[in-house]
């Protein structure tokens, strides 16, 4: 959930200069948990001076008092909080769930609301120009949502509506004693005015079987014969607007807003994009992306942010449409990107599976609404840089319209004042949001980490996962700010400078011209060699923009765990698998087997092999196994095996070669 590149905290700024380390954290902070601790408690027992959750680092002192571990304060504990809930004994404060669990949930009490907890309301904006319906997608994701609609999170207030789009923007009315939908075509788009708003989005327990209906006839609507035309612009920049409006409009004057969730489906030319945004003016499609139009999509997310409003992307683009642009509704809005380039239900029909795997998901996973995070750490250190889908509202403060269990954020620290007197600090991150259900929760993570003194002790306990996933998204961000071949450089730099640091640690004469790797980094050459061959930072392959520029997205917004299954997926032999050394969970036996090295001489024709890429998983099978096929597909995972010598890129062998070099 919550894990520290170093897990000894250097105790100077100077030490973590030394070490050439990077220093931050990376967390996972919705994920789905199999135990959680929730508490239902009167008052929340925080730090008086630097509102700190209580949890299991603070210290209790003599005469009823607590210290803060992250501010030193000393705070009175309260009468009630020497009662346990539980166990109904009395005096034992560090006893109680706040103090024995790390990671908490409360269920906060009215001051942690501004406003009375909101319904959950899912707006989907669909495109059906005829580029799009050609892919065969809507079909998809109407079959999606009714096999799903029961799953959607939410309660009996939860309302829905929908919008589809091509050169036009096309409303579905789904009105109480209306026998079945009705669509409304709005042409003008540059004076958009939205038809009886109370009926566009509706009650989902209510008007069910109209939204079934429309789900249902959608696909038969929309055909590629009956838009045979070729489109000349898309509307998407309308229907958002109009998206917004809807927001507005539902919820009365101004407050009581409900949380809407569209999703869009752009697909198509760049202009698509940017007529709403300059109207009036469009003559050519800009060669580059206008900083105008990205302020614009920027402006978006922060009014829809404002509004707790979170905007989701689904990309199924075969031709470019700058992904790079649109991305920015959803980062500044906290939304959620997803990508299937090519997808086409005939020609592609891996795409569209998976299209149709990550929806189940997508659609039913826990969702959060109205959500802030607040990371605070131990006097003495610094956050400086956020990474991640939010919007910073103060230096600690993140907005997120909605958080999801597949998110991920990470922050850069630094060291301000030494940490002399310490033996160990903590890190709280703490979300406050809003359940499907309508209730106001608080979950906390708290962790609390050794202070280092000396290089040995830093280099002995580097959280090598932690500090690649760190990597990778500075690495993102400076391909933006400079370039990829900066980013490139500054990823090697990352890898020699601390080792040649950790050499100059070791005893003079002991070493020889080897290389030299502490055991917590050893295997930091590889996973850097494979960021260097990521789509998002290689070079000399040819690698279309859009997938270059998801690429760099994914990294930027997955957890550790997802993003390390992006760098370096675990490939194993999967025909000979033997009980030997494997797990027993929940009674079954499961194997174990070797992760193989990603290479091709780890492959063999008489064997049957898995990928595992986190989000997907591939079976190559060799020629000659009796259930060889030629699929087309292998290509998918040979591209994977990284250590393998390409035309443009070392094998893993002559990276350590070259590593030697630098090192001596
Ligand atoms: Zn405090």
Redesign the pocket.
Known sequence: VFRSTLKSVPHTQNLLNKVKLPFGLVIHPFKDLSSLPVISAGTIVR?K??R?YINPFVSFLQERKWR?N??F?VNDTAEEFLHHPVTKTYGEPHTRPECTNSTIEFIAPQEYMLRPPQPAVYLFLMDVSHSAIETGYLQIVCDSLLDHLDHLPGDSRTRIGFLTYNGTVHFYRMSEGLSQPQMIIVSDIDDMFIPTPENLLVNLRESKSLVQDLLHQLPRIHTSDAEGEIDTYSALGAALEVAKKLIGASGGSGDGVPTIHPLHWPRGWLKVSWRTPMQGGWGKPPQAPSTQVRDYYKKLALDCSAQQVAIDFFFFNSHYIDIATLSCASRFSAGDLHYYPSLHVVHNPLEAERLSRDLERYLSRKIGFESVMRIRCTKGLAIHTFHGNFFVRSTDLLSLANINPDAGYAVNLSIEDPLTDMSAVCFQAALLYTTSKGERRIRVHTLCLPVAKTPADVFNNVDCVAVVTLLSKMAVDRSVTASISDAREAMMNAMVDPLKAYKETLPQGMTTAGVYVPKSLSLLPLFIQCLLKHRAFRLGVSTRLDDRVFAMISLKMQPATYAMYDIHPDLYRVDDLHEEGGLTVSGREIPQPNILPLTAESLSQSGVFLLDCGWRLYILVGRLTPQSDDSRDRHLVLSRLVQDRTESSMSTTEFLINLQQKLT
């Open positions: 730090c001076r630097c700190t803060c992250m501010c304060t």
